[in-house]
């Protein structure tokens, strides 16, 4: 069965499941997006210096359904180009209102990590190609569990105050692209005030995490061999300080967007960390400004990232452990071992949007990365559609 056969099986069970008696509303989403590295034998972004439309390029549809008396049901399908366009549930939930103000969901739902995070997926709802990649950078985005959102006024203030409880089980980008995680425990607050012109978010996350890394893409597991060495020579904080499993971990995000008649500024700040593991704590921020002429909106951007690792258990490791093949420096090894996840880069991005049809814009971008070991840039257009 090809990926077009599967994806329209896939959407025709979603709505053959839903009730014959309910309201049932189609609507989709699609991106094209084509991108070359602007660098030989460098890549950014999934795009290498041969023209691409598979890493960013996708298309989905989302089906909801009015069950009456305040229940509905949502379920959203994408197929992704990197993904060969195999078509996935992403969004699969039960909504009941409370009241007018207040709504219980159930089911697999987006994180609110981000501003966009509703519309990560949706490009004709942001004026970039994509959304600022040194914050938009987890791997993951939804989780299994359970959203009370409550929306209230406060004079011309408009209030959205979500909570959220759940878990995810899937993979993260650590190691490999495919490291094993679960994040049990998970609950969080988001909470987001407007008006007219701004708006203002902020959204706080804990969890424990556990991940593995059996898929290490080093043939020789150097990693899991040194914290086998660690274990063996007793050092068991050492090594604990290393591993991901059922540690603290916590998103913190601010936001604030300004639309004021043609001017947009865009900025969003984020830290994560998890605590006395491998993984650095990151902190990451973005602003970006544009501005509308007509159908047409050029902007540019700005982000910062620095992932810094806190927790060194290295002061009582041997510096000179001798295991046959020579005097080891153990110590060094281990403060190697936690540089190897630091890193620091600025991206700077120009761009424009062109809204040449009510459903559908034009993208054009230009992006460099830079790094004190490389730089990359990318060069990109986009097609995004809502139907």
Do not use: C
């Not at 305040?70 to 060969?84: M, V």
């Not at 002061?315 to 046959?324: I, S």
């Amino acid at each position: 069965m090809n990926n077009t056969v599967k994806f329209i099986t896939a959407t025709a069970l979603a709505i053959s499941s839903l009730s014959s008696q309910a309201e049932v509303r189609i609507n989709g989403f699609a991106s094209i997006v084509a991108g070359t590295s602007m660098d030989e034998d460098k890549s950014l972004y999934g795009y290498d210096d041969t023209l691409s439309f598979k890493p960013e390029s996708l298309f989905a549809l989302q089906v909801s359904s009015d069950l009456g008396d305040g229940l509905s049901a949502t379920s959203q399908i994408i197929a992704r180009g990197e993904n060969d366009y195999d078509a996935t549930f992403e969004w699969a939930y039960f909504s009941y209102a409370i009241s007018d103000s207040t709504q219980l969901s159930v089911g697999r739902m987006r994180i609110p990590f981000y501003r966009y995070s509703d519309y990560l997926d949706v490009g004709y709802a942001y004026t970039w190609v994509r959304p600022p990649k040194s914050v938009y950078n987890l791997t993951f985005s939804t989780y299994d569990g359970a959203s009370l959102l409550y929306t209230s006024t406060m004079g011309e203030w408009d209030s959205s105050l979500q909570l959220i409880v759940g878990s995810f089980e899937g993979s993260v980008n650590v190691l490999s692209d495919d490291d094993p995680a679960k994040l049990s425990n998970m609950y969080g607050i988001n909470w987001t005030v407007g008006n007219y012109w701004l708006t203002a978010r902020a959204v706080y996350m804990q969890a424990d995490a556990s991940i593995s890394f059996v898929n290490d893409p080093d043939p020789t597991q150097q990693l899991n061999q040194f914290v086998g060495l660690l274990g063996a020579i007793g050092a068991t904080d050492a090594a604990n300080g290393l591993l991901i499993e059922e540690d603290d971990g916590s998103f913190l995000g601010i936001g604030v967007s300004i639309d004021y008649e043609n001017f947009l500024i865009d900025s969003e700040f984020t830290r994560v960390e998890v605590e006395d593991t491998l993984i650095a704590t990151q902190n990451q921020y973005y602003i970006s400004f544009a501005y509308r002429f007509d159908e047409w909106t050029p902007y540019i951007s700005f982000e910062h990232r620095k992932d810094e690792n806190d927790d060194d258990y290295s002061a009582g490791l041997p510096t000179d452990l001798n295991l046959g093949g020579g005097p080891i420096d153990v110590r060094a090894a281990y403060q190697a071992t936690l540089i190897s996840q630091e890193t620091e880069n600025d991206v700077f991005s120009v761009g424009a949007r062109y809204n040449f049809h009510p459903s559908a814009a034009l993208k054009f971008d230009y992006t460099k990365r830079e790094r004190q070991t490389s730089d990359a840039s990318v060069l990109s257009v986009g097609l995004d559609l809502v139907f």
